[in-house]
């Protein structure tokens, strides 16, 4: 059993900041890309930022310069520092990862995409 569970979010006036954590828990046995979706009503959900399976960043082009993606392999967890939030930023933050988790007697494994249950971001004066 694998959970990702987000937490930081919350309510944050235009120009402020927020840090997203995300952190993967269960019989994992590795982590490939793991980052940062989010989705605003009526909208579909949309990379934010990632940690590729090589291990590089990609960003959404509306949050470059302003989010950074940083991740602590050894606690399984990856962060979302968002700087100078504009209402548009405004959303249900999803963290998801590709984990290879442990079967059974650990003998064998399995690898998954696993989503997080989401954390609302909501940027408003």
């Known amino acids: 059993q694998v959970r990702l569970v987000e937490s930081g979010g919350g309510l944050v006036q235009p120009g402020g900041s927020l840090r997203l954590s995300c952190a993967a828990s269960?019989?994992?046995?590795?982590?490939?890309?793991m980052g940062w979706y989010r989705q605003a009503p009526g909208n579909e959900r949309e990379l934010v930022a990632t940690?590729?399976?090589?291990?590089?960043?990609d960003y959404a082009d509306s949050v470059k310069g302003r989010f950074a993606i940083s991740r602590d392999i050894a606690k399984n967890s990856v962060y979302l520092q968002m700087t100078n939030l504009k209402p548009e930023d405004t959303a249900v933050y999803f963290c998801?990862?590709?984990?290879?988790?442990?079967?059974?007697?650990?003998?064998?494994?399995?690898?998954?995409?696993?989503w997080g249950q989401g954390t609302q971001v909501t940027v408003s004066s």
């Open positions: 998801k990862a590709r984990i290879t988790f442990y079967l059974g007697s650990r003998l064998h494994t399995d690898s998954r995409v696993h």
């Open positions: 269960g019989s994992i046995s590795s982590i490939g890309a």
């Open positions: 940690f590729t399976s090589a291990g590089t960043t």
